[in-house]
């Protein structure tokens, strides 16, 4: 069943809104004297039901803020509609993709006691055309590539999983392994059709409106609701291979890493700390990629001859384009059928500098174990700086930053809060030696933190608060501004 199916069939059961009481700060299903009627909608404005309890958590569950209605917007105008109503009535908004439960893990989306926008009821791709796809923001990126593949296309920079939906991405960053030439999905956004805090429908770009465009981009939802984006696309060619080598040493894989982003000879780059077979620290799988059209293979002496482990592991694995973009969807399938999905999950992303990059990540490492892991991924990689231009993006200095995530699973559940504080405290040192956190992790957050975050940006943000949103009425899960 498709999304506009399910929203319909949980519609059925849900009570639906009428009426907005201002001096009791309630909606009601039936107008009293006491009530207001709600704005005429396409869509509904939902009180009850398995909406409401999807939008109170999140891929995290750890956090659960619970909403007092869900809008599942008919059309933008109804995202207009609400927005200004809100700001009328002090009312909370904020945006969430909502497929499948959100994909943020502390809380970022939620909106205790106001309403949650349903963004994935917008979900319509307009146009593919040369070099350019126009979205709703609700669509996931996933079904964007199902669309562009056929015309040999496909955004540049896509995440290790893509079932994220484009709104999302773009308001929080979307990093992937080709980030180190294309920059991250926020740099690739061409053009941006938002409704700001104050309910305006504007289009921005690079040329009209380019403060609420710089603004909203990793703007974490602060200042607008991103409603439709034009999104670069590139050629691709069919084929992928893929290539893993092992290292014992972090700094002999992160060398050949920087080696290969310099030359540019790879078309995505990425690593990982997976646990030693030998039973104790960890052993480091560089993950490297060339694109092919059948018939032109990739010389694999060429590309991986003057790695430093080499001669030795390499595996060379090919796979159609799409089944390499979309490789994360089988072990996701996995974890939703073993009940592990529905764990809870203290991720850390972290950007770290370049320059400490390898004694910091061993530092963690060495400190972290599996129990504190839970079995989940470790990813290392660098990415070029100069390729990240929206100015939100908040990101160390230097020629190459790593992402540096432990992407863990509570097990057992009661763990998370214990790993949340480590959370905290590995955050600390990052912090101290320059490094940023990416806004999707599980590290708790007040006002001195995220000033200390945005640093010499910060005014700019809140600049950008008070014009596009000044009664403070998007997307509080965050924690920003609490006024
Ligand atoms: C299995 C998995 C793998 C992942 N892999 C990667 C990865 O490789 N790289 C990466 O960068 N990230 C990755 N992520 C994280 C992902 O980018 C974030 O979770 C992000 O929040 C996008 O998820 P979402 O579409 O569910 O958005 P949400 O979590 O719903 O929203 C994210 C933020 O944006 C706001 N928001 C949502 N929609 C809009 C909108 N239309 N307008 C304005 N604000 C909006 C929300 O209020 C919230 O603050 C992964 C997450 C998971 C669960």
Request: one cysteine or more.
């Amino acid at each position: 069943m498709n999304r506009r199916g399910f929203l319909r069939g949980a519609l059925a059961s849900a009570a639906a809104v009428a009426a907005y009481s201002p001096s009791r700060g309630v909606w009601a299903a039936k107008p009293d004297n006491d009530t207001i009627d709600i704005p005429d909608l396409d869509g509904e404005l939902v009180l009850a039901g398995s909406l409401l309890d999807e939008a109170a958590d999140d891929f995290g569950h750890i956090i659960s803020a619970a909403p007092v209605a869900v809008l599942i917007p008919g059309s933008i105008h109804d995202i207009r509609k609400l927005i200004r109503f809100a700001n009328k009535h002090d009312i909370k908004v904020g945006g969430m993709s909502m497929i499948g439960n959100t994909h943020s893990t502390y809380g970022q989306s939620q909106v205790g006691g106001g309403v949650v926008i349903d963004m994935s009821a917008l979900c319509e791709i307009h146009e593919i055309g040369a070099d350019y796809a126009v979205v709703d923001a609700g669509v996931r990126w996933v079904e964007l590539l199902q669309a562009t593949l056929p015309q040999g296309k496909s955004p540049p920079t896509l995440t290790d999983y893509i079932d994220l939906s484009i709104g999302g991405t773009s308001s929080v960053g979307g990093i992937g392994g080709q980030a180190f030439r294309h920059g991250l999905q926020v740099d690739n956004v061409l053009e941006l059709q938002v409704i700001t805090g104050q309910g305006k429908l504007v289009t921005c770009s690079p040329t009209k409106h380019k403060k609420l465009f710089h603004a909203v981009r990793a703007g974490l939802g602060q200042f607008a609701i991103i409603v439709r984006a034009r999104v670069r696309l590139v050629d691709v060619p069919p084929m992928a291979r893929m290539y893993h080598a092992y290292y014992d040493d972090l700094a002999a894989m992160t060398a050949d890493q920087e080696m290969v982003i310099d030359d540019d000879r790879f078309d995505y780059v990425e690593g990982f700390a997976e646990p030693h077979p030998g039973g104790t620290g960890w052993i480091y799988k560089i993950e490297l990629v060339k694109y092919f059209t059948p018939g032109d293979e990739p010389d694999d002496v060429a590309l991986t001859g003057d790695l430093s482990n080499n001669p030795g592991t390499e595996v060379v694995t090919d796979m159609p384009y799409f089944d390499f973009a979309n490789r994360i969807a089988p072990l996701v399938a996995f974890l939703k059928q073993i009940g592990a999905w529905g764990l809870p999950h203290p991720w850390i992303d972290m950007f770290v500098p370049g320059d400490v990059a390898n004694g910091f990540i061993q530092g963690v490492l060495d400190q972290t174990t599996l129990a504190d892991t839970g079995q989940g991924p470790i990813l290392i990689y660098p990415f070029k700086r100069a390729k990240v231009t929206t100015p939100f993006m908040t990101l160390p200095d230097g020629e190459n930053c790593y992402l540096f995530s432990i992407l863990r699973t509570a097990v057992p559940p009661e763990l998370a809060g214990q790993l949340v504080a480590k959370n905290r405290a590995i955050y600390e040192d990052l912090r101290d030696l320059g490094g940023k956190r990416y806004a999707i992790s599980s590290v708790p957050f007040d006002q001195q933190d995220w000033h200390d975050h945005f640093g010499d940006q910060w005014w700019d943000f809140a600049v950008a608060k008070l014009k596009y949103d000044p009664k403070n009425v998007l997307t509080p899960g965050q924690g920003i501004f609490t006024w």
